[in-house]
Structure formats: structure tokens, C-alpha cells
């Protein structure tokens, strides 16, 4: 019930087309649903987080669609670009306690053809 | 700009030896984690805390300890470094409204 299931593994998109990433969930009591950006050799950064009492957030050309009902939420990039070449993680949360900690899902490997 | 910030960016140590790593967080941030990436396992927590001289187990313990003197230094330890144990470890720091903030990471080679 820990679990965050995440698909694909990896990706392939052409540029300027539409990358799409999947997570689903089963704990009802996540709150807080980050994506998380990897370069090689770096550590993850926070790209982009929703809330569940929303159903789309959107960042530029990353947005988060969330379906509550459904319990999954899922990570679009419009007009990829071979700068968005990177591994993507999505994560959930319930932050009521204080020793309360995130649940990664297993990453994405997306590749950006140029 | 907040920052972790971990010691070494590379490390090659022996089978047996005694390793630490350090992180360090300018942040103020309360709870602090240690994980473990490995391809095709994703991120794998081993310790967290919460608090200064506080430590929770996360899901792979297993051969690792961890040390929390002060609120901005999480260390984490590896009393008798084996080959399993090459990894890229990776530091992060939270604040408790969310967010994780990583740092670079460490890849540990174990020879």
C-alpha cells in the first residue's frame, strides 16, 4: 500500500512532441504528489508538486494531471526538447507527522531525439 | 539558494574498511535522509531523522548506521564496506511543509 508504480521505464520522444509519464498510488492518505528531475551526475531537483484537491497544475511546459478517483497522477511535458533528456521521478507523501517520508516511484529514463 | 551538500563526489574504498559520508544542509531543515540509487532500483531510503540525535530506519538499514550531532550534519556509515555497497548515495534535507532538496551525491566504488 507503500507503493508508488511508476511507468515507463524509459521513453523515447521525438522533439517538440509530448512526453508523457504515469504513477499510480494506493495509500488514500498521500497529500503531496512531486515529480523530480535527474541529470547525470546530479542529485534529483523538485520540478513541479500537486496537491490532491486540484486536478491539473501546470509549470511552463510541465503540467500534472491528477485523477483522485482513479488514484493515479501523471507528468505531460509539452514541446520536449533534448534539454529535457533526464530521468523522472514521481513521489508521494502524507506530511501529518513528522516522521512521516516520501514515496519514490522507480524513475523514468526519458530521451529527447533531436 | 539552499543547499546540500555532500563531502565527496567520488570515493573508492576498501572491502572492510570503515566509511563515512557527510551532508551537510544550510536550510535549517528538520529532517534529513540518506538513500541509495541503483540502476533499475530507483531510490532506495536507508536512514532518516527527524530530529537532532534522532534516527528512524528507512528500508535497507542492513550494514549502514547513521549519526546526527547537530541539526545540519546527517552522517551516514558504512562500519565494514563490502562490494554490495557500491552505490551512488544520495543526501537530501526537507523543511516540514515538503520539498526535498538533494545533494550532487556520492558514487562510492567498494574494491
Known amino acids: 500500500q507503500q507503493q508508488v508504480k511508476q511507468s515507463p521505464q524509459s521513453l523515447i520522444v521525438q522533439k517538440g512532441g509530448i512526453s508523457i509519464i504515469n504513477c499510480a498510488y494506493e495509500?488514500?492518505?498521500?497529500?503531496?504528489f512531486p515529480w523530480y528531475q535527474q541529470f547525470p551526475g546530479k542529485g534529483p531537483a523538485l520540478l513541479i508538486a500537486?496537491?490532491?484537491?486540484?486536478s491539473e497544475k501546470k509549470e511552463g511546459r510541465f503540467t500534472i494531471s491528477f485523477n483522485k478517483s482513479a488514484k493515479q497522477f501523471s507528468l505531460h511535458i509539452m514541446d520536449s526538447q533534448p534539454g529535457d533528456s533526464a530521468t523522472y521521478f514521481c513521489?508521494?507523501?502524507?506530511?501529518?507527522?513528522?516522521?512521516?517520508?516520501?514515496?519514490f516511484g522507480k524513475g523514468t529514463r526519458l530521451h529527447i531525439l533531436p | 539558494d539552499v543547499k546540500v551538500t555532500q563531502s565527496s563526489r567520488y570515493l573508492v574504498k576498501r572491502t572492510g574498511e570503515k566509511v563515512f559520508l557527510e551532508c551537510v544542509q544550510d536550510?535549517?531543515?528538520?529532517?534529513m535522509f540518506w538513500y541509495r540509487q541503483d540502476p533499475g532500483l530507483g531510490l532506495r531510503l536507508i536512514y532518516f531523522?527527524?530530529?537532532?540525535?534522532?534516527?528512524e530506519k528507512g528500508d535497507i538499514p542492513e550494514g549502514y548506521s547513521v549519526s546526527r550531532e547537530k541539526k545540519e550534519r546527517f552522517s551516514l556509515i558504512l562500519e565494514s564496506a563490502s562490494t554490495n555497497q557500491t552505490s551512488m548515495y544520495l543526501c537530501?534535507?526537507?523543511?516540514?511543509?515538503?520539498?526535498?532538496?538533494f545533494g550532487s551525491g556520492t558514487r562510492l566504488t567498494v574494491v
Open positions: 537530501a534535507s526537507r523543511y516540514r511543509d515538503r520539498g526535498y532538496t
Open positions: 495509500n488514500t492518505a498521500f497529500d503531496y
Open positions: 500537486i496537491r490532491p484537491d486540484v
Open positions: 513521489a508521494a507523501e502524507c506530511g501529518r507527522n513528522r516522521d512521516d517520508k516520501i514515496i
Open positions: 536550510m535549517d531543515h528538520e529532517n
Open positions: 531523522s527527524y530530529d537532532v540525535k534522532m534516527k
